[in-house]
């Protein structure tokens, strides 16, 4: 019996089950890889969606909704790089695992989904309040992605993590078994500036909302022209 993440296996044959994989170059505009890869100065600088693809990747997010998320409407732009994260997700027939780190201890709120509308209520009610148990949900993601890949072992893992990074204490970080993004949120005049320290110490990729959303509103009007 076939599990629940299980895909079908695509035909061997131009005929088959899934048909013949084409090109995805003139597919939809895969928006998040996009912009992990920089401002995009030409067309051929945006990654484009294939048109077949098998569900073999997970995302899993880690959303800091502390307190501290309040300020500057930092909350408010987190959910509507959420939603843009989401939805690129589901063009890639991505499956999305979401761990909010709010209150006294991380909770998980999805684990393994196809993102899709489903997604869209939960984003809805996402508030702020509490503590900032960060770290708390990165060792939880760190052990139910260890047994995720046992049991799947051919999926691309990616971790993706917002927080404004106003934490205490800092405790001795161990990195993701997979390529990871630290996504910093802290907003206002005066800033923390911790973020960056902690994607160090995770070996993550790091960026602030301010500048992924700049280069998605570039990558947005490099789509109205070809190179």
Known sequence: MTGADASPRPGRLD???????RSGVDGAIAWFPSLLRGRPQRHHDLVRQPRTRRP???WLVIVDASASTRRHQALSQTKGFLAQLFDDAYRQRA??????????QARWQHQGLKAGLSLRPWLDAL??????????????AAQWLSKRHARYPAEAQRVIILTDGRIKEMPALNAFHCPSLLVDIEQGPIRLGRAPEIARQLKADYRHINELTVLRAGASASSSYRS
Not at 15 to 21: E, I, L, Q, S
């Open 56 to 58: 073999q990747t997970l």
């Open 127 to 140: 508030g702020a309040g509490g503590g900032t148990p960060l770290f708390d949900a990165v060792e939880q």
């Open 15 to 21: 005929g088959g089950k899934n048909g013949a994989p």
């Open 95 to 104: 499956r999305l695992a979401l761990l909010t780190a709010s209150g006294t």
